[in-house]
Each structure stands twice: as C-alpha cells, then as structure tokens.
C-alpha cells in the first residue's frame, strides 16, 4: 500500500495528477484498506481457540453439583430451568450438566474462538463443506466423523 501511496503524491508532485485525482485515490485505498480489515475480523481464526466448556447428561443434577463443588471447588455459574441445564466452573462455565438420557456421555463439548459470530462460523463451516446445527443443547455445532457434536462460542 506504501508504494500505491508513494506513487499517487509522485504524479501529484509532478503535475500529472490532480488535487481531486489524489484526494479520490486516497480515499479508495483507504475504503478498501477498510473493508478488507473488516473482512478479515469477521472471519473466525481457531489458532488461538480453547476448550470453552464440556456438558455432560446426567442422571441426578444435584448429585453431580455436589461431586463437582466437593471435588474440585466449582462454583455455581448459570442455570437453564427449562431445559434442566446447570452450569458450574470457576467465574466462567466449565462444565455442563443436563438431565437427558442417556446419561452418563459427553454430549458436547465446546471451542471458544475470539471474533466469534454465528454467521462467521457458518461460512467458515460451508467453506469446508460442513452443515452447521444450532439448538439449545448444542448451540452452533458441527459434527465430528465419529458423529460428536462440536459446538463453537465466544471464546471467553
């Protein structure tokens, strides 16, 4: 972009362009400098991605907030009463539980990645020739080969 520069205030200094000519392709470059930028922040990188949360079905959800407060000091997080969903960790979700059979399985587990938006994460998917799915339980998701759902969120 320097040398596009660099060459519209040379034609500008040598009279072979106008002020308006020099003013118009400025400001091109920087609507295109712009919009390339937003292009870029709108595209989902998973290189800096983390392992946001992982849910799990279980049988009795209090017995399984008592095992996780008590054995590793998690904390209550959120709750979903409809959808019998409790979320524990610490100051942040890390583990999930819902009261669904079977029971006993990781239903999901979850990759955090930053810029995250639904949209984003469709294309990206669609690009790879993916379907994406998006309910309550899994969120925004794909599926692994061996048929796991993969759900992507904010990283956080």
């Known amino acids: 972009m320097e040398a596009i520069i660099s060459d519209l205030v040379s034609r500008f200094e040598k009279g072979s362009l106008s002020r308006r000519e020099l003013v118009q392709g400025l400001t091109m470059l920087a609507a295109s400098s712009t919009a390339a930028s937003a292009a ?71 990759i955090g990645v930053p810029r995250f938006t639904k949209e984003a994460a469709t294309r990206y998917f669609a690009a790879r020739g993916l379907r994406t799915g998006d309910d309550p339980y899994h969120g925004l998701h794909v599926r692994d080969p061996d048929g796991n759902y993969v759900q992507v969120s904010a990283q956080r």
């Not at 969903?85 to 079977?102: A, K, W």
Request: overall charge negative; cysteine-free.
């Open 40 to 110: 870029a922040q709108d595209e989902i990188d998973f290189s800096t991605a983390n392992i946001d949360h992982v849910s799990m079905q279980v049988t009795d959800l209090q017995r399984s907030v008592d095992f996780y407060q008590k054995t590793f000091g998690f904390t209550f997080v959120s709750e979903d009463k409809p959808l019998n969903i409790i979320r524990l960790g610490h100051g942040r979700t890390l583990v999930s539980f819902n009261l669904q059979q079977p029971t006993g399985i990781v239903d999901h587990f979850s």
